[in-house]
């Protein structure tokens, strides 16, 4: 059974960095970022089909001036600790300096039952070891641990971000040592800009994966795959391993091009693994590719190999 069948494609139009989250409750939850990058906004269904009509809620906004003002990219929403929260990126202007963007991480937090009626508050920046771009945070708990990947830019190491990660005190704050899991290193991750960013969390057979994206956001954007033994230190980076292959990446034969920036969830049965990611339906032919708003969320079934991989399959099948 492929998703075509399944899923009428694209499930939300327009929503670059999707994510969603099936709830306790039934409800898939979504969010991803909004074309003009100034609003946050989730929306629920019963269905994965029925999320582009789904209940549509604007949840916050950014400010009219200061750090959290400008270009609002990529939330995550999260069920923690019995609250929501939500994980995104801002910066102070739209500038580039030095080659890159100026955001830091933020977390909003929810403690009413209906995320999309309920009232939101600030929680502040995510502080890591060092002031530089940072975005794209998701969490994930394991044996008992919270624990946060993200990517930043280290000015003492070439290319525009790299994926880290740490363990976390509370869901807004992180503690311990930050670990480097990932530089951009091979061809792949270096089509116009040298990026892993966009991390995903699955975990099955006592292993955890962690999807992530590299190179430029057009068709070159491409899925690659980091993973760990779930009883091996997550905090030591000799621990994780790192595939030499993209995992997922432009169909021409399907016109979706530049997948990435994915989240994971199961279909409506419990039965199968659903990858949620954009692409879009044409090579961008002009301009920056950010400012093209023609990434569309899609969902698509994914299997399971003998050796316990992710088999994702091309997009559009």
Not at 74 to 94: C, M, Q, S, V
Not at 184 to 213: L, Q
Not at 216 to 232: F, P, Q
Request: charged share 25%; proline share 6%.
């Amino acid at each position: 059974m492929t998703s075509k069948r399944i899923y009428n494609n694209p499930i939300v139009i327009e929503r670059a960095d999707p994510w969603v989250y099936k709830h306790t409750d039934g409800y898939y939850y979504f969010t991803g970022s909004v074309p003009g990058y100034q609003e946050i906004e989730v929306r629920r269904a019963r269905t994965l089909n029925e999320l582009s009509d789904g209940e549509t809620a604007t949840v916050w906004t950014a400010h009219d001036s200061g750090p959290m003002s400008q270009l609002i990219w990529a939330p995550e929403i999260h069920y923690l600790n019995d609250k929501w929260y939500i994980y995104f990126a801002a910066a102070g202007n739209p500038d580039v300096a030095k080659g890159t963007f100026q955001h830091r991480m933020y977390v909003l937090e929810c403690s009413d039952e209906n995320p999309l009626t309920g009232t939101w508050i600030e929680k502040g920046q995510v502080k890591t070891a060092f002031e530089s771009f940072s975005l794209d945070a998701t969490v994930f708990e394991w044996k008992d641990e919270l624990y946060y990947v993200w990517a930043q830019k280290d000015p003492a190491i070439p290319g525009n971000s790299n994926l880290y990660i740490s363990a976390m005190e509370n869901p807004w704050t992180l503690k311990g040592e930050q670990i480097l899991l990932s530089i951009p290193h091979y061809d792949w991750e270096k089509v116009g800009f040298w990026v892993n960013e966009g991390a995903a969390v699955i975990i099955r057979h006592n292993t955890i994966f962690i999807t992530y994206s590299g190179s430029a956001t057009d068709e070159n954007y491409c899925m690659g795959l980091l993973w760990a033994d779930g009883d091996s230190d997550l905090l030591d980076g000799y621990n994780w391993h790192k595939s030499e292959e993209p995992v997922f990446m432009s169909s021409e034969e399907n016109s979706l091009y530049g997948p990435g920036h994915n989240s994971f969830t199961i279909s409506e049965d419990g039965e199968e693994d659903i990858l949620i990611y954009h692409a879009r339906p044409k090579k961008v032919e002009a301009g920056d590719p950010l400012d093209v708003p023609d990434r569309h969320a899609n969902a698509q079934v994914f299997t399971w190999n003998e050796a316990g991989f992710p088999e994702f399959g091309e997009p559009g099948k």
